[in-house]
């Protein structure tokens, strides 16, 4: 027995290294009650590429984001700018903080 579900566990189970390379991870801390927030965002879908006419100092991917914790109902904006590789450029926050 457990042959099935240690199978299953395999399939939904993703290498560390291919985790890092779909998300971009950021830890935020909410104004209002202190939460710190793990926020993932998907490169495929959740951050965009900045179109040639609009890039801005050299950014090549954009991420705007709303963020709700679960202790309050404070709601949390970040935006994020992103040069080749997704090395971070510039980045925005209001409602919390950048925890780095
Ligand atoms: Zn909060």
Known sequence: MGGFLENLKNIFTVPTGDTTSKFVTFTIRCNKCGEEITVRA???????????????????????????????????????????????????????????
Request: proline share 2%.
């Open 42 to 100: 998907r490169k495929n879908s959740d951050i965009s590429r900045v179109s040639e006419g609009e890039k801005l100092a050299g950014a090549e991917y954009f991420l705007r984001k709303e963020i709700l914790g679960e202790k309050c109902n404070n709601l949390i904006y970040i935006e994020v700018s992103f040069g080749p590789g997704f090395n971070i450029i510039s980045k925005e926050i209001s409602g919390g903080k950048f925890v780095e």
